[in-house]
Nanobody
Framework: QVQLVESGGGSAQAGGTLKLSCRVSGYSATDYCLGWFRQVPGQERVRVAA??????TFYAPNVTGRFTISQRDKNFVDLQMNSLRPDDSAMYYC????????????????????WGQGTQVTVFS
């Protein structure tokens, strides 16, 4: 059973940095995607960034150039967040897709079916 546990959330001033980490266990796949999502109360959960099994990355337009996703041996997926803005405040979740039959590029990743419990990020001005 796949388990994901996030850490590293907290508070930061606008313009500051935070790094989120997600420990992934029980995951065995050759072709897959790992991702970070965020959700604000009353709104849908949206994808922030994704990385595929060939280390190709995808970013939502509003975080491009500020956030960096990286994975370590499929066991950890990190999200480095720089130049934070108040509208980055949200609950952040890491997620993993089901194993794919064939390679799927990060921008096309879907079917995220395993989720962490979330970690809160608050950015104040």
């Amino acid at each position: 059973q796949v388990q994901l546990v996030e850490s590293g959330g907290g508070s930061a001033q606008a313009g500051g940095t935070l790094k989120l980490s997600c420990r992934v266990s029980g995951y065995s796949a050759t072709d897959y995607c790992l991702g970070w999502f965020r959700q604000v109360p009353g709104q849908e959960r949206v994808r922030v960034a994704a990385v595929d099994s060939r280390d190709i990355t995808f970013y939502a337009p509003n975080v491009t150039g500020r956030f960096t996703i990286s994975q370590r041996d499929k066991n950890f997926v990190d999200l480095q967040m720089n130049s934070l803005r108040p509208d980055d405040s949200a609950m952040y979740y890491c997620a993993a897709t089901r194993p794919y039959v064939t390679y799927v590029r990060a921008e096309y990743c879907s079917e995220f079916n395993a989720w962490g419990q979330g970690t809160q990020v608050t950015v104040f001005s």
